[in-house]
């Protein structure tokens, strides 16, 4: 049976260690990156809640298409 340093599967052992680091922290940062966005309006829920635009622009009123 092989050994595991002989093995053709090293993980990440061959990348730099800060670089290996920071691939192994990122989806870690990825949740507070999303929860430190503003919200599209005060109350929003769902996927659009963090849409971009509408705040302190004009208001059109469509009453007829």
């Known amino acids: 049976m092989p050994s595991s340093r002989n093995s053709s599967w090293t993980g990440f052992s061959w ?9 192994l922290l990122l989806p ?3 949740p ?3 929860l ?3 919200l599209a ?3 929003a829920e769902g996927f659009g809640r963090h849409a971009t635009g509408g705040r302190g ?3 059109y009123a469509v009453t007829a298409l």
Request: glycine share 8%; charged share 15%; net charge positive.
């Open 41 to 43: 309006f005060p109350g």
């Open 57 to 59: 622009g004009e208001v």
């Open 15 to 23: 990348f730099p260690p800060r670089r290996r680091n920071l691939i």
């Open 28 to 30: 870690l940062l990825a």
């Open 32 to 34: 507070a990156v999303a």
């Open 36 to 38: 430190a966005q503003p």
